[in-house]
């Protein structure tokens, strides 16, 4: 789907200067030159967010994913197979590269608790939402000069 200026996107989705808002998840794209884009979906459930990216090919050992503040950041690095090294490239069509991935979730998720596997070529990360606390009362201290 094109949007009236030309640019692919989806209803609900603002996309400026390599930057993707989806509802509580900002997207922003890191180019890293001549680097593999593993591409990623971006869910939200009443439990949370699950973020999934294609990764085939890559060992966890060259995935990181690390939280900064409200920021998921996704790198690592798709390396060739060392199979045919001797051998000269007739047709080449695989991306390999060091990529760069930043997910900005914002709202009531608790990215202490994420969780994250590789299984079968797919990244899956989940941030659960906080569980909110209706019905629980707490008393609010009020700080007060002394009264005379």
């Known amino acids: 789907m094109s949007s009236p200026e030309g640019k692919k996107g989806y209803p609900g989705e603002e996309s400026r200067s390599g930057i993707l808002m989806l509802g509580g998840v900002t997207l922003i794209d890191v180019s890293i030159e001549g680097g593999y ?9 009443a439990e949370g967010v699950s973020i999934r990216m294609e990764v085939p090919g890559v060992s966890v050992r060259h995935v990181q994913v690390v939280v900064r503040g409200a920021r998921v950041e996704v790198s690592g690095e798709k390396r060739p197979d060392q199979a045919g090294c001797d051998a000269s490239f007739l047709c ?16 009531s998720v608790n990215l202490a608790e994420m969780t994250a596997g590789l299984k079968g070529g797919v990244l899956t990360l989940f ?10 009362e707490q008393r609010v201290r009020i700080d007060a000069e002394d009264e005379s």
Do not use: C, H, L, W
Not at 38 to 45: G, I, K, L, M, Q
Not at 127 to 136: C, D, I, L, Q
């Open 37 to 45: 884009r593993p591409p990623a979906d971006v869910n939200e459930t």
């Open 92 to 107: 080449m069509e695989r991306t390999f590269g060091k990529f760069s991935r930043i997910f900005e979730v914002s709202g």
């Open 127 to 136: 941030v659960p939402k906080v569980s909110e606390r209706r019905g629980r």
